[in-house]
């Protein structure tokens, strides 16, 4: 209970931002959603992303000439990441979903084997060369000023990654067969939180929030305890965190409540 009262008043900062209403059911249909840290909500459905904005304005985008979308990072709510696996491309986009620059081809930079892409601090971006199992972050301008090298050979494990992000100045690379690996934003590894099997998590810092057998739970990246906040709901697909609240995508309506009891 005590870990519970911390929680709420280290997120309360953020409600002011938030103006969906609690336990509340939105009539929106999507494949897949993404949740920013004031609340708005990204919804994928046949090749266009609709931003439903906290203020209810709406605003679409059409990804059908860019490929297949991999990943969307909006921890930058001015400068939105969406990752084109197959064609190896990003681009970005601005507050009001429109392209941001053209898109960038990391194929005509010499990397075709990128796994995952995440936003970066000051408008860069990282990412995971499964070429040589390496962590590359870029500047804005293209440039690479970061490589961390091949880091199967230099941690001496077999490093499985299915998603990554960015958050207070660390970067949190998921494995789930080892768990989450941490590295400052040099690159430099720092240590490893030993939650396996996880698809992603959320972070807002001293908490990680994750999802895993339909059970929603929150770490302490401090005292390392864990506590269970909420269970999947019934007839829905998954559940997006923010700061205050969980989005839970159903089949035909989002579900939006605090995910704290």
């Known amino acids: 209970m005590k870990l519970i ?7 309360t900062f953020f409600i002011g931002n938030d103006n969906f209403a609690q336990d509340s059911i939105l009539p929106i249909k999507a494949q897949k959603i993404l949740v920013d840290n004031i609340g708005n909500i990204y919804a994928l459905n046949n090749d266009v992303i609709t931003k439903y904005f906290t203020n209810k304005q709406e605003k679409t985008f059409s990804i059908k000439s860019y490929g297949t979308l991999e990943s969307m990072d909006a921890s930058n709510t001015l400068r939105v990441l ?3 696996k197959d064609f190896q491309r990003i681009l970005f986009l601005d507050s009001q979903l429109s392209p941001n620059g053209p898109a960038i081809e990391l194929s005509e930079l010499g990397f075709e084997q990128s ?3 995440c936003s970066s601090f000051n408008n860069g971006f990282w990412i995971y060369n499964q070429a040589n199992n390496e962590l590359i972050r870029w500047s804005q301008n ?7 090298g091949n880091l199967k050979r230099l941690l001496d494990i077999n490093i499985i990654p299915n998603f990554m992000m960015e958050h207070n100045g660390k970067l949190y690379l998921n494995s789930p067969n080892i768990g989450i690996l941490v590295f400052d934003i040099y690159g430099a590894y720092l240590k490893t939180i030993p939650l396996k099997d996880l698809k992603n998590f959320y972070i807002n810092y001293p908490y990680l929030f994750y999802l895993k057998d339909n059970h929603i739970f929150a770490f302490d990246l401090n005292t390392l305890e864990t ?4 269970t999947i709901k019934n007839n829905c697909l998954e559940v997006s965190i923010t700061a205050t609240k969980c989005f839970w995508l159903c089949k035909e309506y989002i579900i939006v409540n605090h995910c704290i009891k």
């Open 5 to 11: 009262k911390h929680l709420i008043l280290a997120i």
């Open 82 to 84: 969406l990752f084109f």
């Open 115 to 117: 796994l995952l892409v």
């Open 142 to 148: 293209l440039e690479i000023n970061v490589r961390t």
């Open 227 to 230: 506590t269970e906040l909420d």
